[in-house]
Structures are given as structure tokens and as C-alpha cells.
């Protein structure tokens, strides 16, 4: 099995906030990425100080509410006009 970006569960990133050993935890699990050469992204960030966490744990991309609520289909495609949409739509066209 191929992959090249794991997604880190809004759980990690809680406890990475409020607990040392859940900061550890994360900084672990980023690590491990880091040597498959696999991006992550983190899930739950609701804050600058969430952010700031993760970014400083080697974390460079994220979803949560305080980067951008979430979208309808209307919104993303005027966010992304150009973009080839894959999943869903394209199976309703086949």
C-alpha cells in the first residue's frame, strides 16, 4: 500500500495541548512520518496556540474551524473555479 500524507486524528492534537505526554505522543508520530518521508496533516485546529503546536512539532498542514469553517459544493467550486473534481461528482457523470 502507497500513501504520502497521514492525518492526525483531532485526539493527537488535543492531548498534545494539554498534557506533555500527549505532546510527546505527537512529536513521535510526526517524527515516524518524517522518516517514511509521509506529510501529515493535523486535524482540530481551533487556534493560533493549536497551530503554533503543531507547526512547532514539524506538523506543516491542518484543518479545523479556525483555519476555515466548513464549505458546501457551491463555495468550494467558487474557492477552486478550475479545479477537476474527483469522487462523487465525476461517478454521477460516468
Known amino acids: ?3 504520502d500524507q497521514i492525518k492526525l486524528d483531532g485526539g493527537l492534537v ?6 506533555a505526554d500527549g505532546k510527546q ?3 513521535a ?3 515516524l512520518c518524517e ?3 509521509v506529510s ?3 486535524e482540530h485546529i481551533e487556534s493560533a496556540e493549536i497551530l ?5 512539532l514539524g506538523c506543516h498542514a491542518g484543518q479545523g474551524f479556525w483555519l476555515m469553517p466548513p464549505l458546501d459544493s457551491d463555495a ?3 474557492l477552486a473555479p478550475t479545479q477537476q473534481w474527483s469522487g462523487a461528482e465525476s461517478q454521477k457523470a460516468a
Request: charged share 10%.
Open 1 to 3: 500500500m502507497h500513501f
Open 35 to 37: 522518516i517514511l518521508g
Open 52 to 56: 503554533k503546536l503543531v507547526m512547532d
Open 29 to 31: 508520530v510526526v517524527g
Open 25 to 27: 505522543l505527537l512529536r
Open 40 to 42: 501529515t496533516v493535523a
Open 14 to 19: 488535543t492531548a498534545a495541548q494539554h498534557s
Open 76 to 78: 468550494v467550486q467558487a
